[in-house]
């Protein structure tokens, strides 16, 4: 549920000082900086006045529905997903991007305005704070046990949905957002 500050409800298009203030503390410290050479530390430790700027800079973002190109841009470093793999295949590598923390923050500020909006099934493990691989593993691993314990057969089939991020019908994701009802604000700020 996201945590809403005394008249942010009567404002849908605003985010309050407070929120960007406790989303800067809950930064991750010694991160590497992005492409802007911007590391948490200068955000953390920056005078208090910086965060009422980013706050209206955020708000007035929201309120346009306007993201600057340096918030869409970064670096992307590949790493190898296991030493004992080869290196000479492309496969092996995910790449992580090193964007802008300001961007990064602004992103934060968002899922705890608007996270209420987003919430997804709980049968869903991926990307979701404290749920993993070893989450879906030990609810599969119940499945079967508790069928082959009460001597059933269990068949598996299963598909690889790794790039079903990048295959998504967006059309159809705006309507989902719309029907729960999502601020326009928040909607414009994703279509654009």
């Given at each position: 549920m996201s945590m809403m500050v005394a008249g942010d409800a009567d404002y849908p298009c605003h985010i309050a000082v407070e929120t960007v203030d406790r989303c800067l503390r809950s930064m991750k410290l010694q991160k590497t900086a992005g492409f802007d050479g911007i590391e948490?530390?200068?955000?953390?430790?920056?005078?208090?006045?910086?965060?009422?700027?980013?706050t209206?800079?955020?708000s007035s973002m929201l309120r346009h529905a306007y993201?600057?190109?340096g918030f869409c841009s970064g670096i992307v470093i590949p790493?190898?997903?296991?030493?004992s793999g080869n290196l000479m295949d492309s496969s092996n590598y995910r790449g992580i991007n090193l964007g802008s923390k300001i961007s990064?923050?602004?992103?934060l500020c968002l899922l705890e305005r608007y996270s209420f909006y987003l919430r997804s099934s709980d049968l869903q493990f991926g990307f979701k704070k404290k749920l993993g691989c070893n989450n879906?593993?030990?609810?599969?691993?119940?499945v079967v046990d508790y069928y082959t314990c009460r001597g059933s057969t269990v068949h598996l089939c299963?598909?690889?949905?790794?790039?079903?991020?990048?295959?998504?019908?967006?059309?159809s994701l705006f309507l989902t957002l719309m029907k729960r009802e999502v601020p326009k604000c928040f909607l414009n700020l994703l279509i654009n």
């Open positions: 948490p530390e200068h955000l953390v430790f920056a005078h208090p006045v910086v965060i009422v700027l980013l209206e800079l955020f993201v600057p190109n790493l190898p997903k296991g030493k990064k923050l602004f992103e879906a593993i030990f609810a599969l691993r119940s299963t598909f690889d949905v790794s790039k079903a991020f990048d295959k998504v019908n967006h059309h």
